[in-house]
């Protein structure tokens, strides 16, 4: 191995010597506190240090960096108290999960790290959400981001390249090849030569970089750097490095030839460099004693101070009050008489009147730039707040989420459009894993918005047609709005994007140009988890959201001797449960009323609750109302037989009769 120091002063040198030399001995010391039991699990980078330790000492500290389990450096280098980082691992609360996630699975807003999670890939995008948040800033800042070799077999791999490279985002691109994921050699991963190559496909500059050479990473990144911030564009950068542990440590290395081992060993990137600084006369035996005793003393005392915080001790209020970030309701009334316009153009007015009233909003999706969306609700938008506001996208639904994070986390807000709530499956992973569960995590909140035009009617057939909105109910983390009207779809759309947390918004396609009502022309908000009674009567309560709620309107209007309370529940999660009980124990009888197939869909739930509630007031069975559990079909004769609109009539009527 062959160090070239080019410019560095001995101070330099010996303070990334200590820099590498610290996580080595830290793991050291984990190492043996695993084998006395008083370490649970450890995901070891021994023989990766340089990586870790020379890509975030390029960056400033203001400057994110996206590590990931194996990169112990990255935290030792931003100088992170290292009792926290040992109460972290104990799942203490002094950490940086309160113990709701282990290990290096938690960000810091106070240190610019952001990290991973288990899925790896989604990360990739979040730096590309980041970076981009610096460009439209024109800050001059660099992102760094971690994966594995086998990470860039993920889908999440490519689509961020692909963003970063169309985008033209200063974003490292940082490969850790360490030779196996898991226990699947690199042979069994990918056939090309180097990953360095899969670069050219996105004409993205890359490189290989001797990942164990401390010199070579720094220098050749703080050039790379240099050239990033005076010319913004991504970098894929593969270090070629070898993991001397196991996956975990209880996996061992069995399946490793020992002559592999043996010849990384000799690569060792603290051994060679010591060596080196020796050679050269920066460094003495007596100041390498030095700084491995301060270190030690170091790793010593915080493990102490680790030790002595008390366990946590678990409170449902304190588990429960995390899963979202508070947020206040702030209340805009309108004054205005207001115009009689359609579902699609109240849509339209919130985003345009939000973009307005936020100036750190982004909206981003396919075709919604010159085109204007599929549905041409962002007709014109570009002409007024311009391309870095309105953004058209690859067609890359996970990537784009996990942008969409990343400018969050960087302080913008968001809203993704997906062109028909069905393509949300390909970008499913982030929303339920990154975006809902990053406040409960580690505290950060997820200011987005992803509107979902949905829902039958229109014989688009079962890729275009889905009303999907018990994927998300289910998911803790996630809030979910369902408006019916355009006077709704307006004030919930500006309170979902006022709100910090992330928010599924759910647009029936066939009310865009079909339901007009009259809509006031400036700005307010409606609560979200308040419930609207359209109609008030005594013998039974129908509960619906989305296109049935005119179904049902409809079914009234033709019925008028039927007596009920009409409830439109607006929004799903937080769900108006006080309006439902109340209206239920007035009238002794409940039907509930979806589009969604019958199985498994929010109906379900509502029953339950009502069942567990109001049990002692009912006077017959609770209904539900529902579409075939089929795929929702093209043609119209099956259509029609699928939507539940044409069973809902004779259901009431056997329920009143009961």
């Known amino acids: ?126 730096a590309d959400g980041i970076a981009l948040a610096d460009k439209l800033q024109n800050n001059k800042k660099v992102t760094a981001v971690f994966t594995g070799e086998g990470a860039t077999s993920e889908g999440d791999f490519h689509e961020a390249l692909n963003i970063a490279s ?30 360095a190559d899969k670069g050219i496909g996105y004409g993205i500059e890359s490189w290989i970089i001797d990942g164990n050479n401390i010199l070579e990473v720094y220098n050749k990144l703080s050039k790379l750097k240099e050239e990033m911030q005076e010319n913004p564009h991504p970098v894929l950068l593969e270090f070629k ?26 690569r060792d990137p603290v051994t060679n460099y010591r060596k080196y600084l020796t050679e050269i006369g920066v ?42 970030k508070p947020y206040e309701h702030e209340e805009f009334t309108a004054e205005s008489s207001g115009a009689n316009i359609r579902f699609i153009d109240a849509v339209r007015n919130s985003l345009s009147e939000s973009m307005q009233r936020h100036k750190n909003l982004v909206i981003m999706g396919q075709d919604i730039a010159e085109y204007g969306g599929a549905f041409k609700i962002t007709d014109g938008f570009v002409e007024f707040f311009g391309k870095d506001r309105v953004r058209n996208t690859p067609i890359c639904e996970s990537a784009v989420v996990s942008t969409a994070m990343g400018l ?133 309560t129908i509960i619906t959201f989305g296109a049935p709620v005119h179904w049902a309107l409809e079914t009234l209007a033709n019925n008028p001797e039927i007596s009920a309370d009409l409830i439109d529940l607006r929004t799903l999660q937080p769900l108006d449960t006080e309006t439902i009980f109340a209206s239920v124990k007035k009238t002794g009888k409940a039907i509930i009323y979806q589009e969604d197939t019958l199985f498994g869909g929010i109906a379900s739930d509502i029953s339950a609750l009502i069942m567990e509630n109001c049990f002692e007031y009912l006077d017959g069975p609770v209904k539900r109302v529902a579409s075939l559990d089929s795929p929702i079909p093209f043609t119209k004769a099956l259509e029609d037989q699928f939507l539940a609109k044409n069973r809902f009539e004779q259901v009431l009527f056997d329920l009143l009769k009961y």
């Not at 070239?4 to 043996?32: G, H, S, V, W």
């Not at 170091?298 to 678990?314: G, R, T, V």
């Not at 918004?505 to 700005?523: A, G, M, N, W």
Request: glycine share 8%; aromatic share 12%; with cysteine.
């Open 1 to 126: 191995m062959i160090f070239y120091r080019q410019n560095l002063t001995d101070e330099k040198l010996l303070d990334l010597y200590k820099k590498i030399l610290k996580p080595r001995l830290i793991e050291e010391k984990m190492l043996i506190l695993i084998r006395q039991g008083k370490v649970s699990k450890w995901f070891s980078g021994i023989g990766q240090e340089a990586i870790a330790v020379g890509v975030t000492a390029v960056l400033d500290d203001s400057e994110y960096v996206l590590p990931m389990h194996r990169n112990l450096g990255v935290f030792t280098t931003r100088n992170i108290p290292l009792h926290r980082l040992f109460s972290q691992w104990q799942g203490k609360a002094n950490g940086f999960t309160k113990g709701r996630d282990r290990s290096f699975h938690f960000g810091t807003q106070e240190y610019n790290i952001i990290g991973m999670i288990s899925h790896l890939g989604p990360q990739l995008g979040i």
């Open 241 to 266: 490095t070898f993991r001397m542990r196991g996956h975990e440590e209880a996996s061992g290395t069995k399946y490793v030839p020992q002559d592999l081992m043996d010849q990384w060993e000799l």
């Open 408 to 540: 969050s986390i960087n302080k913008y807000k968001v809203i993704v459009e997906m062109q028909f709530a069905d393509f949300v499956s390909t970008g499913f992973n982030p929303i339920v894993n990154l975006l809902a569960k990053s406040h409960y995590r580690w505290g950060e909140n997820a200011d987005v918005v992803v509107r979902m035009p949905c829902g039958g009617g229109t014989q688009a057939g079962p890729f275009h047609s889905q009303t999907n909105e018990a994927w998300f109910t289910k998911t803790p983390g996630l809030k979910v709005v369902y408006p019916a009207f355009p006077y709704d779809a307006k004030g919930l759309l500006n309170t979902a994007i006022n709100d910090p947390n992330p928010v599924l918004f759910f647009e029936h396609k066939q009310l865009y140009r079909s339901i007009y009502q009259d809509v006031p022309t400036d700005y307010y908000t409606i609560p979200f988890g308040k419930a609207a009674v359209l109609k008030e009567g005594k013998d039974v």
């Open 283 to 324: 460094l003495t035996a007596e100041l390498d004693e030095q700084f491995h005793n301060e270190i030690k003393q170091e790793i010593d005392e915080n493990w102490a101070m680790a030790n002595a915080e008390p366990e946590i001790e678990p409170t449902y209020s304190g588990e429960l009050d995390d899963v979202y």
């Open 166 to 195: 169309v985008w033209k985002l200063p974003v490292m691109f940082v490969i850790e090849n360490n030779g196996y994921g898991l226990s699947t050699p690199t042979n069994e991963q990918y056939a090309c030569e180097n990953l």
